[in-house]
């Protein structure tokens, strides 16, 4: 008869394990589960012997899941953040009542708006909780896999790992932005009229870290543009347009004093405006979380009254 592998399985190692694959790594999964890395190396040998299979095996980088740990983890973690979600649901959420530090990770330009206002909120809210708020990374998509930061805002991102959810946010409409007495004397534009010119670019990883949106947009419409400057710092951005010819497409969510100082240029394409999804993204285990219910609340309606301040 073939063995029971449940009936006879410390149900705790389950939790060992699924944090195990998310971070191949012996320090941090001891970390988040606040033991110690031998208890985890014990843990690892009683999962090994349990299933009578390495699980993991030791790489120059940490550890590698062998194919059986894969399809446990694929099949274990959706049942484990089903079970936490069922025994979560009771609980009464109060934001006063929350603790601790809060990551997000944001894309610079929604960093540079939507600190303050939500940064107030949550402390009207939360007076407990300690905010953090990260520019969005190369590492953002991984440190959202792994539990380390609890929501991120970015645009559309096609590589996002499966376990994450995309959830549409707004549009985010964008505007060229060029200094006062910039030779562009249209309010209106369309890429024909960019054609040739010199632009700058916000650096936002995991969206355009290699090729300038601007420059995809204009390329498929058969039209051309150099980048002669790129940042993560919108501010450097915007200085470097008060003092050149260049021009910058922006995201709306620039901070007013700024945009005050140059000159919007409206960019229609094929007579539309150009807009992009703003998403944010989270862990699918927190696809009930009252928490992360309560964040794209407060995200959702800065957003809105940021826009809404505009009309």
């Given at each position: 008869m073939a063995k029971d592998l449940y009936a006879s399985l410390?149900?705790?190692?389950?939790?060992t394990f699924v944090?195990?694959?998310?971070?191949?790594n012996m320090r941090k999964a001891s970390e988040r589960l606040f033991v110690s890395q031998p208890a985890i190396s014990q843990a690892l040998q009683k999962l090994r012997s349990h299933f009578d299979?390495?699980?993991?095996?030791k790489t120059r980088h940490g550890l590698k899941p062998t194919a059986l740990g894969i399809e446990l983890a694929e099949n274990i973690s959706p049942l484990l953040d089903e079970l936490s979600s069922t025994l979560?649901?009771?609980n009464t959420f109060s934001p006063s009542q929350i603790e601790g530090t809060l990551k997000l990770a944001l894309t610079p330009n929604i960093l540079t708006y939507l600190s303050t206002p939500l940064y107030l909120k949550i402390r009207q809210a939360a007076p407990n909780v300690n905010l953090h708020l990260h520019n969005w990374s190369p590492t953002s998509l991984e440190e959202i896999n792994n539990g380390e930061i609890s929501l991120g805002v970015n645009f559309?991102?096609?590589?996002a790992p499966k376990e994450l959810i995309q959830k549409k946010i707004c549009d985010d409409k964008f505007t060229v932005y060029v200094r006062k007495d910039h030779p562009l004397s249209k309010t209106t534009i369309t890429p024909k009229d960019l054609?040739?010119?010199e632009a700058a670019s916000i650096i936002i990883s995991d969206w355009n870290s290699n090729i300038p949106v601007a420059e995809k947009v204009m390329r498929s419409h058969g039209f051309t543009i150099r980048t002669a400057f790129r940042s993560e710092l919108p501010m450097a951005i915007l200085d470097i347009i008060k003092h050149t010819d260049m021009f910058f497409p922006a995201s709306s969510f620039l901070p007013k004093e700024e945009?005050?100082?140059?000159?919007?240029?409206?960019l229609k394409i094929n007579n539309q405006d150009l807009k992009i999804p703003l998403m944010a993204y989270y862990h699918q285990r927190n696809r009930r979380s009252p928490l992360i219910t309560w964040l794209l609340g407060l995200i959702e309606e800065s957003l809105q009254e940021y826009t809404t301040g505009e009309q």
């Open positions: 410390d149900l705790n190692l389950l939790r944090i195990l694959s998310q971070e191949l299979d390495e699980l993991f095996v979560n649901a009771g559309e991102i096609h590589h054609d040739g010119l945009r005050d100082q140059l000159r919007g240029l409206k």
